[in-house]
């Protein structure tokens, strides 16, 4: 599979995570389809992948080999992408110490964790060059900004896993839908 390719099955994953962990805060007539609704949307991502199907035209995937921009047709995704998973896990874990330990706010958990996925979809977008990310991360650090205030003002666990976990979940995967690189300024080595 190439990145991209590879990239899609990991969004969409991610995407059913979120979506399976939250769920159980709904009514369970809502829940299940939810979750059924999710699976059937990752395999969809992880068949579409296997085919190549929405992944870019090799005239435009560049190489990206030794350049850590994340394009090209190999499976790794370079250093710069490292870089920001690395400061994604510190992000989480700095942040989940704080809302469990100082501010005992559980609540909170799953508001954090959707807004520094959003922050690190920004971080790929310019390792990556792919501006299309900023929206993608924008509206998921969104849905987790807002599950944090929801927690802050003692909301229900159901909205607050709608608006941090579900919502995100749905962005992941609708994502996955889209076809490769599509902004014209991309570099293509």
């Not at 990752?42 to 085919?51: E, I, M, S, Y």
């Not at 390792?127 to 990310?133: E, I, T, Y």
Request: positive net charge; aromatic residues 6%; charged residues 10%.
């Amino acid at each position: 599979m190439t990145k991209d390719q590879t990239g899609r099955v990991i969004g969409a994953a991610f995407g059913l995570v979120f979506i399976q962990a939250n769920a159980g805060t709904l009514p369970t007539p809502v829940a299940v389809p939810l979750r059924l609704l999710a699976v059937a949307a990752f395999l969809w991502a992880v068949v579409l992948g296997r085919r190549g199907q929405g992944t870019p035209a090799a005239s435009e995937a560049g190489t990206g080999a030794d350049t850590g921009t994340g394009t090209g047709t190999g499976t790794g995704f370079g250093r710069r992408y490292w870089y920001v998973v690395a400061a994604e896990v510190l992000g989480l874990v700095a942040g989940l110490l704080v809302i469990s330990r100082v501010l005992h706010a559980p609540q909170a958990i799953v508001g954090w964790i959707a807004f520094v996925v959003g922050v690190h979809f920004s971080g790929l977008a310019v390792a990556w060059r792919r501006p299309a990310f900023h929206a993608l991360g924008a509206s998921i650090a969104a849905c987790g900004a807002a599950g944090l205030v929801l927690a802050a003002l003692g909301a229900p666990a159901a909205a607050i896993g709608v608006a941090a976990g579900i919502l995100p979940g749905v962005l992941l995967l609708a994502s996955v839908r889209r076809p490769g690189r599509t902004d014209p300024a991309a570099p293509t080595a």
